[in-house]
């Protein structure tokens, strides 16, 4: 098709930038067959459990292969109500206030498509998720970013939203444990944050997709806390913690208004998340807490080892108390985070992503991703610290 098509793209599509973490792996892909190790995608290195399988498995066989009610399947409604107030605290209607949906990404340009006029403003925390200033310039809002900063350990703060705030804000976007940081913030920091957003009067989502996932003291969700269930959607799903990305289905959990404006529009584009999906996420929620506990034990070793090499070889990097992430400095190595990337990547065959693709407030730093096996790990850390020993001659 010729170029000139151009002239049929939205406008305020053309405006949006390509993905970070996608242009980086063209290089990658590039690469195929030279013995990669990837710290790049923030995938689970681990196959969805066999019982969950076996459970869509069944599914087909038995001919469950029509639409569902566009909220989702009452039984796994049920389940996920039942899950949430037990690993979260919050209860919640499944007739009225959850909407099971394709991925926690679906939820969320749900919530944006629902909530958002144009000219709205939407607050995020930075270093942030590819997706989430795109995804609130794609209905016309206007993003407001909050820096974090490695000296706190990437958490959000009050005062950090106090001194980004702007007459507007309408919406504050959440995602504790972070990707791509691992930070997350403690009880007494989430407290000062829902004051803030009761003050401004702010609707809060939560993506809380890595909760589970969590492995230096408890996971808070900010809608358990006083005064913020009524003004918070809480977004979460199977992705992470139950090793189900390919599977798409996540859910989103709200006051019934709120659950049922995001309703109208899933049930005009989506219609429903697929039946199988979430015949295998009622089985993961009924009999997988086992396959999670197992899987996490996995990531906080692979955690442990990640960062103290990085620290060892001379990359600062926190110790991210949730999340598969680490997010290493490379301002002492002399070269930029992109530099650092691209020259790890040719010369030790090891791939992580340049910081800025999350965000300014990613300069300076790379991400990598520890779900992928410990000896693989190894390997990586040992390559690059041959990379690093090398820029430092």
């Given at each position: 098709?010729?170029?000139?098509?151009?002239?049929?793209?939205?406008?305020?599509?053309?405006?949006?930038?390509?993905?970070?973490?996608?242009?980086?792996?063209?290089?990658?892909?590039?690469?195929?067959?030279?013995?990669?190790?990837?710290?790049?995608?923030?995938?689970?290195?681990?196959?969805?459990?066999?019982?969950?399988?076996?459970?869509?498995?069944?599914?087909?066989?038995?001919?469950?292969?029509?639409?569902?009610?566009?909220?989702?399947?009452?039984?796994?409604?049920?389940?996920?109500?039942?899950?949430?107030?037990?690993?979260?605290?919050?209860?919640?209607?499944?007739?009225?206030?959850?909407?099971?949906?394709?991925?926690?990404?679906?939820?969320?340009?749900?919530?944006?498509?629902?909530?958002c006029n144009p000219g709205d403003k939407v607050m995020y925390h930075q270093p942030c998720y590819v997706s989430y200033?795109?995804?609130?310039?794609?209905?016309?809002?206007?993003?407001?970013?909050?820096?974090?900063?490695?000296?706190?350990?990437?958490?959000?703060?009050?005062?950090?939203?106090?001194?980004?705030?702007?007459?507007?804000?309408?919406?504050?976007?959440?995602?504790?444990?972070?990707?791509?940081?691992?930070?997350?913030?403690?009880?007494?920091?989430?407290?000062?944050?829902?004051?803030?957003?009761?003050?401004?009067?702010?609707?809060?989502?939560?993506?809380?997709?890595?909760?589970?996932?969590?492995?230096?003291?408890?996971?808070?969700?900010?809608?358990?806390?006083?005064?913020?269930?009524?003004?918070?959607?809480?977004?979460?799903?199977?992705?992470?913690?139950?090793?189900?990305?390919?599977?798409?289905?996540?859910?989103?959990?709200?006051?019934?208004?709120?659950?049922?404006?995001?309703?109208?529009?899933?049930?005009y584009s989506m219609m429903c998340a697929s039946i199988i999906a979430q015949e295998a996420a009622?089985?993961?929620?009924?009999?997988?807490?086992?396959?999670?506990?197992?899987?996490?034990?996995?990531?906080?070793?692979?955690?442990?080892?990640?960062?103290?090499?990085?620290?060892?070889?001379?990359?600062?990097?926190?110790?991210?108390?949730?999340?598969?992430?680490?997010?290493?400095?490379?301002?002492?190595?002399?070269?930029?985070?992109?530099?650092?990337?691209?020259?790890?990547?040719?010369?030790?065959?090891?791939?992580?992503?340049?910081?800025?693709?999350?965000?300014?407030?990613?300069?300076?730093?790379?991400?990598?991703?520890?779900?992928?096996?410990?000896?693989?790990?190894?390997?990586?850390?040992?390559?690059?610290?041959?990379?690093?020993?090398?820029?430092?001659?």
């Amino acid at each position: 098709m010729s170029t000139t098509s151009n002239r049929w793209v939205a406008g305020h599509v053309a405006a949006l930038p390509r993905s970070g973490i996608r242009d980086f792996f063209e290089l990658v892909a590039k690469m195929k067959g030279q013995d990669v190790i990837s710290l790049g995608v923030g995938e689970p290195d681990f196959v969805t459990p066999w019982h969950v399988r076996k459970a869509a498995i069944t599914a087909l066989e038995e001919g469950k292969t029509y639409y569902t009610s566009n909220l989702g399947m009452p039984e796994l409604r049920r389940a996920v109500a039942t899950y949430v107030t037990e690993h979260f605290g919050v209860n919640y209607r499944p007739e009225d206030q959850i909407i099971i949906t394709v991925g926690v990404s679906e939820a969320l340009d749900l919530a944006f498509r629902a909530f958002c006029n144009p000219g709205d403003k939407v607050m995020y925390h930075q270093p942030c998720y590819v997706s989430y200033h795109p995804s609130i310039s794609l209905v016309h809002a206007e993003g407001v970013a909050v820096p974090t900063y490695a000296k706190d350990n990437f958490a959000l703060t009050a005062e950090a939203l106090r001194a980004a705030w702007v007459p507007g804000c309408k919406i504050l976007m959440l995602n504790l444990p972070c990707n791509p940081t691992g930070g997350t913030c403690d009880r007494t920091q989430l407290e000062a944050i829902a004051a803030f957003c009761r003050e401004k009067d702010l609707l809060v989502l939560s993506d809380e997709i890595y909760s589970e996932l969590t492995f230096d003291g408890t996971h808070t969700s900010i809608a358990s806390l006083p005064g913020m269930q009524d003004r918070t959607i809480f977004l979460h799903g199977f992705s992470k913690a139950f090793a189900m990305t390919g599977w798409r289905i996540g859910y989103a959990c709200g006051p019934e208004v709120l659950i049922d404006a995001m309703m109208k529009v899933h049930q005009y584009s989506m219609m429903c998340a697929s039946i199988i999906a979430q015949e295998a996420a009622l089985e993961a929620l009924n009999n997988g807490w086992d396959d999670v506990c197992e899987m996490r034990d996995q990531y906080h070793r692979r955690r442990d080892l990640i960062v103290r090499r990085f620290n060892e070889i001379g990359l600062t990097c926190h110790s991210p108390r949730g999340s598969f992430y680490a997010f290493p400095s490379t301002q002492g190595i002399g070269m930029t985070e992109k530099e650092f990337a691209i020259g790890l990547l040719k010369e030790q065959k090891v791939a992580v992503i340049p910081g800025t693709a999350f965000g300014v407030n990613g300069t300076g730093h790379v991400r990598a991703c520890f779900a992928t096996g410990y000896e693989q790990l190894v390997i990586a850390c040992d390559r690059m610290e041959k990379f690093v020993q090398g820029a430092k001659k």
